[in-house]
T-cell receptor, first 114, second 112 residues
């Protein structure tokens, strides 16, 4: 079956530092890859998505490249702000059964210190 | 205005009791989902639906039932609640495949 691995449970940075959150995936299909972000007290919301292998997605300064060769979809941001503090989920979308089923990673808590 | 609303937002239930979590969406999406969120596990899919009258098992359906009486409403039912079902539950809706899911704000359930 499908799986998503996020090894970093928590990342702590200072403002304006570079962010890198590692994500790898496993699937036998042709998935869509997403990053969702969850702020305290809210449900997850889409940050960015990429539907085609070897393409890059970007939003609000965040970037991720769907690398089919290394089965990775790492999230990066050049300069983080305190408002970026949240939980980030790497997500694999699978349409093989007709409804878009998402497989979530365990999430990475991002803490930005002022 | 929130497009996916869940009720109740907080619930304390007794072991063995019946719990119903309700979800309403105004997005006119065909697909609806129920996930649970636990520390160390991320979000896991319990049940989902393609449309009114349809329910499908997700990855962890044991101990849960689902009901989709209309396009707008999707309920999660715990017939005999257990402490292991203490969690935060999220409902989501989505259009055709490959599109974004829109989540509600979550329902926190504690089973004592």
């Amino acid at each position: 079956g499908n799986s998503v691995t996020q090894m970093q449970g928590q990342v702590t940075l200072s403002e304006e530092e570079f962010l890198f959150i590692n994500c790898t995936y496993s699937t036998t299909g042709y998935p869509t890859l997403f990053w969702y972000v969850q702020y305290p007290g809210e449900g997850p919301q889409l940050l960015l998505k990429v539907t085609t292998a070897n393409n890059k997605g970007s939003s609000r300064g965040f970037e991720a490249t769907y690398d089919k060769g290394t089965t990775s979809f790492h999230l990066q941001k050049a300069s983080v702000q305190e408002s970026d503090s949240a939980v980030y989920y790497c997500v694999l979308g699978d349409d093989t059964e007709g409804a878009d089923r998402l497989t979530f990673g365990k999430g990475t808590q991002l803490i930005i210190q002022p | 205005e929130a497009a996916v609303t869940q009720s109740p937002r907080n619930k304390v239930a007794v072991t063995g009791g019946k719990v119903t979590l309700s979800c309403n969406q105004t997005n006119n999406h065909n697909n609806m989902y129920w996930y649970r969120q636990d520390t160390g596990h991320g979000l896991r899919l319990i049940h989902y639906s393609y449309g009114a009258g349809s329910t499908e098992k997700g990855d962890i359906p044991d101990g849960y039932k689902a009901s989709r009486p209309s396009q707008e409403n999707f309920s999660l039912i715990l017939e005999l609640a257990t402490p292991s079902q203490t969690s935060v539950y999220f409902c989501a809706s989505g259009a055709d495949s490959g599109n974004t899911l829109y989540f509600g704000e979550g329902s926190r359930l504690i089973v004592v």
